[in-house]
């Protein structure tokens, strides 16, 4: 009895020992499978957030690369603005009536050395290669550049009218378009106002005076070094009187007439605004030019100037010896030979008549200086 007691005893706690032992398995397969579960949804978390994280780090490196564009757009949008505001350049041509000795002595008493480039007037440059027309006075628009900024084209057209003040006369037209490219700074241009058909009808004899209206309208375009294109308008009218002279006192059949011009009258001077969009064609060719400087360039221009100093002088002394003595003396004869003569011949174109002294005081500076151009062609 004893030992069946003890067998059963073992056996029962054995048998209860085996099922102890079978749901502890159970145990650790759920807890394993808990374990793997767990970490399943933590690799999955993981991966969802490392994903969501690259999106976020995606969406703000693309935000910082288009705030960064758009800094870098701004500063190069604010350099270009500096840029077109450094190149930029506004011409303002003025109205001249001068003659071309007057030109070329103020290049040479001012010491101008930069390119003052003159313009054909009827696809020729006849108006100035005759050097006797040097003396003639022209209507002229110069336009300077006065900036420290170059202009990579330039374009300038003019056209005037010359007209009847009654309208009985007819009407005359110039057209005429030039181009310059690279307009460098300091650089004048010389732009002619009307043709050689107009000056011919200024300077057609008649009968009684006249008034001629000339009607100019100038349009100049260029484009900057920063290409932007800029206009200006230019106009106006001039009124002209045709008076009549004698050619000759001592013979009165011989009469001629000249312009005289009064005071233009200034219509439109309005610069334009700068403008991105260039309508210019910058393939256009070149127009001709003769730059005023290589006409004097030979010429000792200190001599020259000393030269007019002592003829200024010598008219002086000649006009007060006139205005003292009254009509031409003896004492005139003796200035004549021994003051104004030496002195490159003067005198000679003074004569001896009753004719204005100052008035014929600048024909030698003139004559001088068309004797130097002649000996430098030849």
């Known amino acids: 009895m004893l030992n069946t007691g003890i067998y059963e005893y073992h056996a029962t706690q054995n048998y209860h020992n085996i099922l102890y032992l079978a749901t502890d398995w159970w145990v650790i397969g759920a807890t394993i499978t ?32 288009k705030k960064y564009e758009h800094e870098l757009e701004k500063q190069r949008l604010e350099l270009e603005r500096q840029r077109k505001e450094k190149a930029l350049v506004f011409l303002k041509p003025e109205l001249r009536h001068t003659r071309f000795i007057m030109i070329l002595e103020n290049l040479i008493y001012r010491d101008i050395w930069d390119k003052m480039l003159l313009l054909p007037r009827d696809d020729d440059f006849e108006y100035f290669n005759d050097i006797s027309k040097w003396y003639n006075f022209y209507r ?3 336009i300077k550049n006065e900036s420290t900024n170059d202009i990579r084209m330039l374009k300038v057209s003019v056209a005037s009218t010359l007209l009847l003040k009654d309208n009985s006369g007819g009407t005359i037209h110039f057209n005429k378009s030039y181009i310059i490219k690279f307009f460098r700074s300091k ?13 011919e009808k200024l300077h057609q004899p008649h009968a009684n005076e006249t008034m001629y209206i000339l009607e100019f309208n100038c349009k100049i375009e260029y484009i900057t070094m920063a290409e932007q294109q800029i206009s200006h308008e230019y106009a106006g009218e001039i009124p002209t ?16 007439s000249y312009p005289e011009p009064g005071t233009p009258v200034i219509i439109n001077d309005a610069p334009g605004i700068p403008s ?15 730059n005023l400087q290589d006409k004097i360039s030979h010429i000792d221009r200190m001599n020259y100037v000393h030269r007019k100093i002592g003829e200024a002088q010598t008219a ?3 006009d007060n010896i006139k205005t003292n003595t009254g009509p031409l003396t003896d004492l005139f004869d003796y200035a004549k030979e021994r003051i104004v003569k030496p002195i490159g011949g ?5 004569g001896v008549s009753d004719n204005n002294v100052n008035a014929a005081a600048t024909q030698p500076e003139a004559m001088l200086l068309c004797n130097k151009v002649e000996e430098s062609e030849e």
């Open 241 to 256: 009187t045709v008076k009549l002279e004698f050619k000759d006192k001592k013979k009165s059949d011989e009469i001629v």
């Open 140 to 142: 002229f628009l110069f």
């Open 276 to 290: 991105d969009e260039c309508v210019l064609d910058i393939n256009e060719s070149p127009s001709s030019c003769i």
């Open 346 to 350: 003067f005198i000679d174109s003074l």
């Open 187 to 199: 650089d004048t241009i010389i732009v002619p106002l009307y043709g050689n058909l107009q000056e």
């Open 316 to 318: 002086g002394i000649v």
């Open 34 to 65: 808990t374990g793997v579960l767990a970490a399943i949804a933590t690799v999955l978390a993981v991966i969802f957030t490392n994903k969501s994280n690259a999106k976020r780090f995606a969406q703000e490196l693309e935000n910082s690369a």
